[in-house]
């Protein structure tokens, strides 16, 4: 459009800057604690501008268990939010595929009813009702189990309508292509839908990964064992020292550990992860 | 709905079983379970159960702390949805006006999706600690005395900013995608009518946008009133004086570490309910109402 | 042969886990029948909750460490058999065990009514009062031993540029709880609760009101900031912007390695000569060991050894001495007087001088309230309201009693 | 190839639409029909019926003498081309020829030699190894036709396959699918919307209204001999001019002829109207198209609201506002009754009007 | 209403695509002017400049004399039209009317009356408290010109108003559109790549090809006298048959003409091309379009590849496989040089060629 306005422009490229800034400026700080010693963070104000103990600290956090981290090295918590996170990420994708194709392409009795129970899913977080299902996972013996850890979470109503939209939008003629090639249904899953959900799945893959990586409060209570510790909830120990001092520049040293491979996914494939996070919501 | 399907008597549900039996087991064992002890109490080992009908719900709401904490998580989601919605706006629209450099912005903007929220708290712990934090000491510069240990408003302000800071580029990214989805000849056309870019935004764009912003209302909501628990564990668990205190974490403080599991379990078939209850509005009123 | 495995709860972070998991290591390494697996659980509160839903899932640890706090919870469960008592475990596993060789002050919390000893105990700290000899010296003023005299170098403090020269943690223990037994005052009915469930709170008296009224003034004068419920103000004290600050005997260690740039002390609480003429005796806080029932007999053979091999005079004069907390044995009080301890760093005796002060009356015996790890957080809740401005210390006292006495009366409820 | 044939064919949707009801239809071994009428006339349910994707409510479906009703459409052996291609939008050209024969068991070399031909005939042989999106919208839909060649099935079904092309290419693919039949010989069933489409491509057209048959024959028995208002207003652009007999402006047009008993509604195609000096209808001209060669010309005639359309030649001088005089050639006015019916077959009324079939009169007829 | 003059217009996009370049062009006052050219060749491109929806590169565009370039699309009182009708769904038919008015401060009772005016013209009154959403696409459509009427504009832009709706709807907007030119005496401006569209609508017609301006004229000057191979391909179907002018095919056509020096290529009509007993083209007839009123016959002729298309009577008795003998009429046959330009003014030629024009032979003209 022609357009007059260089201010316009200015302002534009200020709030965008300022909100950057914004965004930026907590990790940041964040990343230069994690590079100092203990004294520099003992009295306001802490630097603005990187130390040279970083090398020593990711070293102790990565390699040595922290007696503030209850002595299990950070390097060994990364693993296992690894672990945890690839598998309620393989768990909810692969379980949602089949259901929202039996839903899809199939009709039978009570599909809605099905259907709804999976719905009314969607908006129940399991912080709502931990106490009881804390109580039906020790039932189950599942406490200190990675599958303790991730059974639980992975039936996705998200991930269930986000293949449901994704398949009512195949077009019909395909499948019936398909039929007419003489492609039963799970043929047809297998040779036809599966290859084409890739990009969907890939999409969901980064959300569902990152959503797995970041549990807390489920961790929490299902590991009381240290090696099943994952990173996320570890930091919390190590913030909420209580008697002791706390310190920072391992505690800043693990935030960045802990944030960076979900930061590194997203960013390395945001393209996928655009497109799977406004598709996988609405 | 698909025109053609598939038949098999079996198939479908050896399909659904795996997510059935998950949903059953996890989501709705426990659901049934929490309706059940909400009418017992218990003592913390689990020994003994005694029956109390209602007992339990009604001393919830005769307890002014509970009470607080609706409040609490009101001004809490409001503070966050506010906060985090405006900042997104404003970031879209800024975004979808510089054509070549909104990936580079995009970039910059959307990062801190994935950080937790845990992780999101104990970062801006750090910053506002009131003996250590940069931003404390900056405040304290501009004569500001910043106390979240005893100040329960400025607690609530810093975890309402945490949880807020965390969630802008979710907002933004449904609001980017909203913007870039109103069609361009749209804008054109308001521009012919003589509109200048303030009225176009506020009577073309930001109406058309509606879809997106109550179904970020309903989002944002739900991310303030549940998925913020680890923010509050990990920061100031509730405190001080229960100012911090939302729903959520007070489940979980009654139950794991008041030990209480009747009153906590009360409390979750309350949450549930809630739940549901926005759930519903989203698809049946939400829905209907905002499709201009 | 395979070692028989004992598992370890405990909630000591930081340098006190390095000598915690220290002694498990070293009992590992003295035999070859016994694997203590010594595990930090996170805080006090975490740990005890985690114990307790680990209980009730059946994934329960031989030892837990529990806070004074827990006590009375710890042993309405020792009546329904989750707990092992101490005294119980070492007769049964046949290891040497006799009560007199431990400190009446300290094992007089965790004793029933016919005087045996439930739970082990290990880490025990009494309030006092830490402060910045430095800080005192430059401001010339000397260290206050009452309430009267608190103020007034507090203000001298501050005038000589100490940011805010006051402050405690753990607010519930050194303000209410210890502050009344040092008056020799009750919190509760019921001998403080150790009499009976029926026990109610009356903490919201005169003495204590004034108190907290007190130190709300301070705090609007500049001269007392708060900083948390636990330890969470102690980088305040550690970087010299507070002064003087009540805490655990415990943070001795931990300031011996952090404080370099001044000379710090610790001296005995404070007296409000309006109350009493002389301090009756603090009350312990700290922690105990306890041991769950639902293992099987030779794990609680080798719990009865390593609990044996705690309470050697070598351990606990070594853990008091890089720690801070009291010794639990007079063997290991006696020794570190042989070692010049209480020469060498003076001041460190002060503890164990405060808690063995006079003969514990029904006041200052310690306290024993069901879901009092609930209280606390009430107590803690009110305090802040008053710190903030929000209540008066009278509305505030009032409000955590009544509430306390609630849950008192559920805890009441729940185990009868 | 077989022939194909539908007997009382009804379908009922869940819902209670009725999209197809009595159908009977027999088609001739290698024979092209076209099935053609307005939208949601049931044309599609009736084809998706033969191929087996849709179940048949009411009737029987044969192909090659045998009931299909109830086989699974990989067992008819048929082959289908659809709108959107419907082309595996993952798997190469190739591996799309390829994937039913595989789902059939077809041997290796036997697949490969079929594709070759197949591609060969389409001209796609330098497309082999792309995938579908890397093609154009008229490649792809040759890939959906190579896809069905290389079956051999007994019968062809297409539903508007060329609908998503642009004007240009679906001229050209017409072409060819006409070519491709006459390769083939095979039997085609053909679903289209566009009347020119059906007019060019069929051997024999099938007009359905509303779920049922409303005429069948060949193009031009249509175009010339429609039985119905609705055949006679559906083939032709601009469609057939259709007057009420009674009116002052029908009356002006069939002057000097009579009329069928019954006749309520007159019928003249735009291109059989010509100036006359006397007799015949008078209006004022209207609109004024130039389509280069010919001319439409909107007549506003006095006592009809609609106005006549006349096609003239491309270099006529009409302007607007100019008063015209027309009158149907001979033998070119039809009659339909009140329900629509066409009420004489149009020879007779023809000769009752006192002409010869109407002779060519403008590109002569090749001797 | 006023003039719009393009002078020496250019448009650069980022990236370097040159869009649009040198085109002049004077559009008189009350004109209607359709630009038309296939996809790409810059049509939009030309229309948004003179809106001020994008900024121009080179040249000036005047609106009543006065040179815009820098004006805002608001202060430079136009109206347009979009193929999506931008119609702003959050409003009533009403509201969407007013909005432009409002904006530029229009009082309450006027704003009324004017809606009130353009709601009859366009029939809309049923509609004007719907939202877009409750309308049909034409309706919608109808909307975005009612938006364009009240605002009384200088000139009226259209971008491919009817590409979104169905064939039948086309041409009844199509009409409207051409009376509410007359009714409005105001200056249009329509983008269309349909060169029916264009053909009907327009006073002049320019195409356009690759950014610049091909040929202006009326349409029939564009059909008749078509500048060069490019018009004359692009406009009529179907297109002008092409042949090289020394293959044996061409000579056979210009069998008897002097051409033109340089001439390369021949075309012919479709329509110009009569069954001859001697002296012409022959071939034969291969792929038949019987499409009622008219008849397209593929003619394969002997030393050319593309089949020279006939178009004949719809009665015409040909057969496919027959051999026909064709020749254009007099004066039809058009020369163009290597370079596809038009090689002698067709007049010229035709008389060259010894006819008169050619006088019409099927319907006759009126008198
Ligand atoms: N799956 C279905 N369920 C219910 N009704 C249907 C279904 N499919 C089609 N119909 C209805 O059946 C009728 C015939 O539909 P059909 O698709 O056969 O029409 P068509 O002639 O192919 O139309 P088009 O030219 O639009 O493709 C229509 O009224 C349609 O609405
Ligand atoms: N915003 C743009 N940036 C870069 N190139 C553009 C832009 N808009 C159009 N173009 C290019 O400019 C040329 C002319 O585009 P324009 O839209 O004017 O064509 P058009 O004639 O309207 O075509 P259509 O019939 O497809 O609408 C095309 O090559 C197009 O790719
Ligand atoms: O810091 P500690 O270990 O001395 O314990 C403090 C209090 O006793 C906790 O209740
Ligand atoms: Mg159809
Ligand atoms: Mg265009």
Redesign the pocket.
């Given at each position: 459009m022609v357009e007059n306005r260089p201010l316009a422009t200015f302002v534009t490229h200020a709030v965008l800057i300022a909100g950057v800034v914004f965004l930026c400026f907590p990790v940041w700080m964040a990343l230069v604690a994690s590079t100092h010693g203990p004294e520099a963070l003992s009295k306001a104000p802490i630097p603005l501008w990187f130390g040279d103990q970083g090398w020593q600290n990711y070293r102790d956090l990565l390699t040595t268990g922290l007696p503030e981290a209850g002595g299990v090295p950070v390097g060994l918590m990364m693993l296992n939010s690894l672990i945890m996170a690839l598998g309620i990420t393989i768990g909810k994708i692969a379980i949602s595929l089949i259901a929202a194709y039996a839903i899809v392409y199939f009709r039978f009795p009570f599909r809605m009813g099905f259907f709804w129970m999976i719905f009314i899913t969607l908006m129940l977080p399991v912080e709502v009702r931990i106490l009881p299902t804390f109580d039906v996972i020790t039932r189950l013996d599942m406490l200190n189990t990675y599958h303790g850890l991730i059974i639980p979470l992975i039936a996705s109503a998200t991930a269930t309508f986000l293949f449901r939209q994704f398949f009512l939008t195949i077009p019909d003629e395909l499948v019936e292509a398909a039929r007419i090639d003489g492609a039963g249904p799970l043929k047809f899953f297998r040779d036809i839908l599966l290859p084409l959900s890739r990009t969907n799945i890939a999409a969901l893959f980064i959300i569902l990964f990152i959503y797995g990586w970041n549990q807390y409060l489920w961790p929490l209570i299902v590991t009381t064992e240290e090696n099943l510790y994952t990173v996320v909830m570890g930091i919390q120990r190590m913030a909420n020292s209580g008697e002791s001092l706390p310190v920072w520049h391992y505690i800043m040293g693990t935030a960045m550990l802990a944030l960076i491979p979900p930061v590194v996914v997203v960013l390395a494939m945001q393209r996928l992860f655009v497109k799977g996070l406004v598709e996988s919501e609405k | 709905m698909k025109?053609v399907v598939f038949r098999s008597r079996w198939l479908p549900y050896a399909l659904l079983a795996p997510q059935i039996a998950v949903t059953l087991i996890f989501f709705f064992w426990p659901a049934l379970r929490a309706i059940e002890s909400s009418f017992f109490i218990e003592d913390a080992f689990g020994f003994a159960r005694e029956f109390v009908a209602f007992e339990n719900y009604a001393r919830l709401f005769a307890d002014a702390g509970y009470l607080k904490s609706f409040r609490t998580t009101l001004i809490f989601g409001v503070g966050v949805t506010a906060l985090a919605m405006s900042i997104a706006l404003a970031l879209a629209v800024a975004a979808n006006r510089v054509l070549q450099a909104t990936t580079l912005y995009r970039t910059l903007i959307i990062w801190p999706y994935a950080v937790a929220p845990a992780l999101a708290g104990v970062i801006w712990f750090f910053l506002m600690n009131p003996s250590l934090g940069i931003v404390a000491y900056w405040l304290d510069l501009l004569g500001y005395d910043w106390n979240h240990y005893q100040n329960g408003d400025q607690a609530l302000l810093m975890v309402i900013v945490a949880a807020a800071w965390k969630q802008i580029s979710y907002n933004f990214l449904f609001f980017l995608a909203g913007l870039q989805s109103i069609p361009k000849s749209m804008m054109e056309a308001a521009a012919i009518d003589r509109a200048g870019p303030w009225r176009r935004f506020w009577t073309i764009t930001f109406p058309l946008l509606s879809p997106t912003t109550f179904f970020l209302l309903v989002i944002n909501f739900v991310y303030a009133f549940f998925e913020t628990f680890a923010l509050i564990h990990a920061t100031t668990s509730g405190g001080p004086s229960d100012s911090t205190s939302i729903l959520v974490f007070r489940v979980y403080q009654t139950g794991f570490v008041g030990q209480d599991y009747g009153s906590s379990a009360a409390q979750s078939v309350i949450l549930m309910a809630l739940v549901i209850g926005l759930t519903v509005i989203q698809f049946r009123y939400v829905e209907r109402r905002v499709n201009y | 042969q395979e070692r028989t495995q004992v598992n370890f709860w405990h909630a000591m972070g930081g340098q006190l886990g390095e000598i915690t998991d220290g002694f498990a290591e070293e009992f590992n390494a003295r035999q070859d029948a016994c694997q203590i697996n010594s595990i930090y659980k996170g805080n006090y509160t975490e740990t005890m909750t985690q114990a307790i839903a680990a209980f009730r899932a059946g994934e329960q640890p031989h030892i837990v460490q529990v806070f004074e706090v827990g006590t009375a919870t710890m042993m309405a469960a020792e009546d329904n058999g989750a707990v092992y008592p101490v005294h119980q475990l070492m007769e049964d596993a046949g290891v040497a065990f006799d009560e007199s060789d431990y400190l009446p002050a300290v094992i007089s919390y965790y004793t029933d009514t016919d005087g045996n000893l439930l739970s082990l105990p290990f880490n025990s700290s009494t309030p006092v009062m830490w402060y910045n000899a430095t800080a005192f010296e430059e401001a010339g003023v000397e260290v206050p031993t009452t309430w009267d005299e608190v103020v007034e170098a507090a203000r001298a403090l501050k005038a000589n540029g100490v940011e805010a020269p006051f402050g405690f943690g753990w607010q519930s223990w050194t303000q209410i709880e210890t502050f009344s037994a040092w008056h020799d005052l009750p919190l509760g009915t019921e001998e403080n609760g150790f009499a009976g469930l029926e026990a109610e709170f009356t903490f919201n008296n005169d003495a204590v009101e004034t108190h907290i009224a007190r130190i709300a003034e301070m705090g609007e004068e500049g001269l007392f900031s708060y900083g948390g419920r636990r330890g969470d103000s102690r980088s305040m004290f550690v970087n010299g912007d507070t002064a003087m600050w009540i805490n655990s005997s415990a943070y001795y260690g931990g300031f011996a390695s952090d404080i370099e740039d001044f000379e710090f002390g610790q001296a005995m609480l404070p007296l409000d000569t309006d109350l009493a003429e002389e301090p009756q005796n603090s009350i312990i806080g700290g922690a105990t060991l306890w041991v769950l029932q639902g293992h099987e007999s030779p794990e609680y053979t080798c719990t009865a050894e390593f609990f044996s091999f705690l309470s050697e005079p070598e351990q606990q004069a070594m853990w008091h001495q890089e720690t801070g907390y009291v010794p639990i044995t007079t063997a290991a009080y006696e020794l570190s007087q042989e070692q010049g301890f209480y020469e060498e760093a003076p001041g460190t005796d002060t503890a164990i001088k405060q808690l063995s002060l006079n003969e514990p009356t029904p006041n200052s015996k310690g306290l024993r309230f069901g879901n009092f790890v609930q209280i606390r957080d009430i107590i803690n809740e009110e305090l802040e309201a008053v710190w903030s401005g929000d209540k008066s210390a009278e509305e505030a006292l009032d409000a955590a009693v009544e509430r306390g006495n609630d849950l008192l009366r559920r805890f009441e409820a729940s185990n009868s | 190839m077989a022939t194909v044939d539908l007997e009382g064919l009804g379908k009922s949707?869940?819902?209670g639409?009725r999209?197809v009801e009595g159908v009977d239809l027999s088609i001739a071994d290698g024979e092209f029909i076209v099935l053609v009428?307005p939208?949601?006339?049931?044309?599609?349910?009736i084809l998706r019926m033969i191929a087996g994707l849709e179940t048949v409510s009411d009737g029987e479906v044969r192909i090659g003498g045998a009931v299909v009703n109830r086989l699974e459409p990989g067992e008819r052996d048929i082959a289908m081309v659809f709108q959107n291609y419907a082309l595996y939008p993952h798997m190469s050209v190739r591996a799309n020829m390829a994937y039913g024969l595989k789902n059939q068991g077809t041997p290796k070399d036997e697949i490969a030699r079929r594709i070759a031909e197949a591609a060969r005939t389409l001209q796609l042989e330098a497309y082999l190894d792309r995938k579908p999106r890397q093609l154009s919208g008229g490649q792809r839909q040759r890939v959906a036709m190579g896809r069905a060649i290389v079956r051999d099935p007994k019968a062809f079904l297409f539903d508007?396959p060329l609908s998503n092309l642009d004007a240009k290419l679906r001229s050209e693919l017409r072409t060819e699918i006409k070519s491709l039949h006459r390769r083939l010989g095979a039997t085609f069933i053909y679903?289209t919307?566009d009347q020119v489409e059906a007019m060019s491509l069929a051997d024999r057209i099938v007009l359905m209204n509303g779920g049922r048959i409303e005429q069948i024959g060949t193009p031009m028995d249509l175009y010339a001999r429609p039985a119905s208002r609705f055949v006679a207003e559906f083939i032709g652009t601009p469609p057939m001019n259709i007057l009420p007999a009674e009116s002052p402006a029908g009356r002006a047009l069939a002057a000097g002829a009579r009329l069928p008993a019954g006749t309520e509604w007159l019928g003249v195609r735009p291109e059989a109207l010509a100036p006359a000096r006397t007799g015949g209808l008078t209006g004022q001209a209207g609109l004024i198209e130039a389509l280069g060669a010919d001319m439409l010309v909107h007549l506003i005639a006095e006592g009809h609201d609609h106005p006549v359309v006349l096609r003239l030649h491309g270099a006529a001088e009409v302007r607007e506002g100019e008063r015209l005089t027309v009158a149907p050639e001979p033998g070119s006015l039809r009659a339909f009754d009140g329900e629509g019916r066409a009420l004489a077959a149009a020879k007779t009324f023809a000769k009752r009007l006192g002409a010869q079939p109407r002779a060519v009169s403008c590109g002569r007829p090749a001797t």
């Open positions: - | 025109r | - | 949707y869940q819902g639409v999209a009428g939208s949601g006339c049931g044309k599609s349910t508007e679903v919307h």
